[in-house]
């Protein structure tokens, strides 16, 4: 067993008071992946938010291991086609620091990253310009350029075809290899059973955690 990079205890979380989540306890060690299952509205993004701490808990406690670096792909993220940015752009924000310019190593990963996502022929398009799948390998491409010890990542294959979803999945079996975290959401079972354990919510009252069978 790893390191503990994610520890979630007692988490009770409630949107205007209606609850979503009650009790969930979840450890994440380093180097290991977990996914997060449940139906529409069992709470997948909501937990994926507390875990990033977009969200607070009502209850409970969600701690990240001390200097633990922790990239998110959110669910929803119609914001950014607003700004006018290129593919090549919106990935490079994934190694923006303050007061920094990007270096080589930047480059060099930024390089990488799209052309495993095979964005290179798409590198000056505008984020409105793609169609969804590539809007999506862009967004991922973001998350994953980024140096981290823990990705969240909210349903990162869903609008991917199946090449694209190998590619994706070979990443972050990378990024574990090399001793990170991974965290995502997903519908799909046969995607839910690459990770080393599934955690399944079913709405406010309860949830199961599966080892993945070896
Ligand atoms: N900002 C919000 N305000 C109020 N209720 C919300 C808000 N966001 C989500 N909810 C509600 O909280 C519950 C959990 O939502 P969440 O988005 O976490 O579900 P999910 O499992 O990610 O669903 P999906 O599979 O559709 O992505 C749902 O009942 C949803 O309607
Ligand atoms: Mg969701």
């Known amino acids: 067993m790893g390191a503990e990079v994610l520890t979630v205890e007692h988490v009770a979380f409630r949107y205007a008071g209606i609850p979503v989540l009650r009790d969930v306890n979840l450890r994440v060690e380093a180097a290991t992946t977990v996914a997060v299952t449940g139906a529409n509205g069992s709470g997948k993004s909501t937990l994926l938010h507390l875990l990033a701490g977009v969200e607070e808990p009502a209850e409970g406690s969600v701690r990240r291991r001390a200097g633990c670096r922790l990239a998110l792909l959110p669910q929803r993220t119609s914001g950014i086609d607003a700004l006018p940015l290129t593919v090549a752009e919106c990935v490079q924000i994934g190694r923006f620091r303050p007061r920094r310019r990007l270096n ?95 955690v399944r919510l079913a709405g406010a009252v309860e949830y199961t955690i599966t080892d993945a069978p070896v």
């Open 104 to 198: 080589r190593d930047d480059h060099a990963a930024v390089s990488t990253i799209m052309e495993r996502l095979d964005l290179v022929h798409l590198a000056r398009r505008r984020l409105r310009e793609l169609s969804g799948g590539q809007r999506q390998r862009t967004l991922i491409a973001q998350a994953l350029v980024q140096v981290a010890d823990i990705y969240v990542l909210d349903e990162p294959t869903v609008a991917l075809d199946a090449t694209s979803r190998q590619r994706v999945h070979d990443l972050l079996a990378e990024r574990v290899r090399a001793g990170a975290a991974v965290v995502y959401a997903s519908h799909d079972d046969a995607d839910a059973a690459l990770a080393d354990r599934t």
